[in-house]
């Protein structure tokens, strides 16, 4: 098939919410005439993906990501726009488009409380019509890549949050489905939990071809597996595209941060386009430059400095998409 | 991959429907299990309420041994006994034990309601399948009570093959409604979440009006005219008045299952419109 597998267009989504009435007798007077008040959650959001893309869907709280998943797959219907995932329109067709889709809300769990992951795990499979033999043997292999084994036969409530969330992640992708939604898998857990959980996804999408898309607020999830993001804020999309160029675009500056050798003082570098970094938290002895790697070459930096300097340490720091992401949504506040 | 790329996958097949509600049926039943200790105790209320019943009516009872019933019939005092017994068995099977008639409040509450949307299997369906599991994971206690209950009770043989076999049809149609019941009522949460007073007064409406502490023919006439046109009176008195003769007659008995499936198929309607509502509520106003 070509053409995107999903297709976002206008997509608008207002909560209307029964306000309380206040004063004598307000419960009963908001029974009787109630009054709402409408929150535009999502207002507006258009994007396409491709078959096998990974894009993370990122935004501040608030900003209208869950409410998006929740179109994507079918759960609410949308106020107004035009979604189409694997040419279904998913709250038309729930239960077709559901059988093309798997979900996480790492808020929440799909697995049954009660009850042994085990037994989450099988009935998944019979949930989704999936043929036996195949259930069993992508179990066994989710298992043995989720490391689920040493607690296949704990109950799902006495999982810790790390556990419960990898077998959330295999109950979703049991029935190998071809879109995969996660709304913030990663949410609380250690970094070897979260290494496992990104390599997973990882080898997901560049194995299988799933269409993943995922909604985090820990940066490293997206450095590590998105290479695309779309960033939304109240309910709007700010950008939509490479990771790189979003950086280039709202971080254009490199970093040279240099350690002075003990009682050296700074002279400055008479490099065009390099400057000191006011921002900076330097230490003593410490200096930091900023210059855009565009129009000035990092070799041309350091030889000035250490033509004029006794140096210890000289490192180049990258932006990172923290500071990028920082910086949108601090400019989002003062405008 | 369940279908070839850029084909959108057909819904479910019926096949593949009945194994899905299979499955949810019977890991409910499982889940109940966690709670064996709790049978226990649950098993203890219903022999006391049989013991208590069977009391008040042997005091009651008129000297002869008989009093008369709607229609003019006569019922016995063993007769009388035996209803307690087995409709108290019965009502109890059928009723869950929590103050929600089904899983649904939680589920709302807790907003696993969105899982269960994004199932391939229709909400109604699942829930219950999930109720179904819960009734089944019961029964084997219903059964292990029953010698119990008929010691504090009564018991009588079936009034005959014919009634015998009344009965076992019946059973069909009165366990479907309660389910059927039980989700409709449980479906208030979606409108609010402090709806224990609704379910408190939908047990106590369910358990009079199915016949579970007085038969239906022991009711003044007007009361036993509206159990009549009520739903509960399908699921514990109709099978028990058939099983102990006092349905009887080719006529009455099938009216009688008429009523129950007539009663299964509004129910399913009812379930339906309630279900169309509540959707509505949870995909456009979002819950
Ligand atoms: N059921 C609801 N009823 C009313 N308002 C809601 C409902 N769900 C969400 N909202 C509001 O819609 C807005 C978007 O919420 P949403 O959950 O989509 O944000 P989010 O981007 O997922 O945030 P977070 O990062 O905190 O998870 C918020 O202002 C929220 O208060
Ligand atoms: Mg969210």
């Not at chain 1, 043995?144 to 949050?161: A, M, N, Y």
Request: net charge positive.
């Amino acid at each position: 098939m070509s053409g995107p597998i999903i297709e976002v267009e206008g997509l608008a989504k207002e909560y209307r919410r029964p306000v309380r009435v206040e004063g004598p007798l307000g419960g009963l007077r908001s029974l009787l005439s109630p009054r709402h008040v409408t929150k535009r959650a999502v207002d507006g959001v258009s994007f396409a993906l491709a078959e096998g893309e990974l894009v993370g869907y990122l935004g501040p709280n608030g900003a209208g990501k869950s409410t998006t998943i929740k179109m994507l797959t079918g759960i609410l219907r949308p106020t107004a726009g035009l979604v189409r995932v694997a040419g279904l329109v998913p709250w038309r067709e729930r239960e077709r488009h559901a059988r093309n889709i798997g979900v996480v809300f790492g808020q929440r769990t799909q697995l049954w409380w009660d009850l042994p992951l085990r037994d989450s795990l099988e009935l998944i499979g019979r949930l989704y019509g999936v043929e036996r033999a195949r259930h069993r043997a992508t179990t066994a292999r989710f298992t043995e890549l989720l490391g689920l084994g040493p607690f296949l036969d704990t109950p799902v409530r006495q999982l810790s949050l790390g556990q419960r969330m990898r077998g959330d992640l295999a109950a979703a992708m049991l029935p190998e489905p071809r879109i995969l939604f996660l709304d913030e898998p990663t949410i609380g857990l250690d970094v070897v939990a979260k290494e496992r959980i990104r390599d997973f996804i990882a080898t997901r999408n560049r194995r299988d071809g799933t269409t993943i898309v995922l909604t985090t607020h820990d940066l490293d999830d997206v450095e590590r597996l998105c290479r695309r993001i779309v960033l939304i804020d109240d309910g709007r999309v700010l950008y939509d595209g490479d990771v790189a160029r979003l950086k280039e675009r709202y971080a254009p500056h490199r970093r040279l941060v240099v350690q002075l050798a003990d009682g050296a003082g700074w002279h400055g570098v008479r490099v065009p386009g390099v400057a000191r970094d006011d921002e900076a938290d330097d230490a003593p002895g410490q200096v930091t430059l900023r210059f855009d790697p565009a129009g000035t070459r990092v070799a041309d930096v350091i030889t000035a400095v250490l033509a004029r300097h006794e140096v210890t340490d000289l490192s180049l720091v990258e932006p990172g998409l923290e500071g990028v992401v920082h910086r949108i949504y601090a400019a989002r506040g003062a405008a | 991959m369940t279908s070839p790329r850029g084909l959108a996958p057909p819904r479910l097949t019926l096949r593949q429907r009945a194994v899905a509600h299979a499955g949810t049926a019977g890991l409910h039943a499982r889940a109940q299990l966690a709670y064996r200790a709790d049978f226990v105790f649950r098993v203890l209320w219903l022999l006391l309420q049989v013991y208590l019943l069977a009391l008040v009516w042997r005091a009651v009872y008129p000297e002869s041994g008989t009093a008369p019933a709607h229609g003019g019939q006569q019922v016995t005092l063993a007769t009388q006994l035996a209803y307690v017994t087995y409709a108290s068995v019965q009502n109890w099977l059928l009723t869950p034990a929590g103050l929600a008639p089904t899983p649904i409040p939680q589920r709302v509450r807790e907003g696993s309601i969105a899982v269960d949307l994004s199932r391939p299997v229709a909400f109604t369906t699942q829930m219950l399948a999930a109720q179904g599991g819960i009734v089944l994971a019961a029964a084997p206690f219903a059964v292990l009570a029953l010698p119990f209950a008929v010691v504090a009770g009564g018991a009588r043989a079936p009034a005959s093959a014919g009634a015998a076999s009344a009965y076992a049809l019946s059973l069909v149609p009165a366990v479907l409604n309660a389910l059927l019941l039980a989700v409709v009522v449980s479906m208030v949460s979606f409108w609010t979440l402090e709806a224990v007073g609704v379910f408190m007064i939908h047990r106590v409406v369910a358990h009079f009006f199915a016949g579970a502490l007085i038969p239906l023919w022991f009711m003044p006439s007007w009361l036993a005219d509206l159990a009549q046109l009520l739903p509960f009176q399908t699921t514990t008195y109709t099978p028990i008045a058939l099983y102990l003769g006092h349905i009887h007659g080719t006529g009455p008995v099938l009216t009688a299952l008429a009523v129950q499936c007539g009663w299964t198929a509004a129910l399913w309607l009812i379930m339906r419109l309630v279900w169309a509502r509540a959707l509505h509520r949870v995909v456009v106003q979002g819950g």
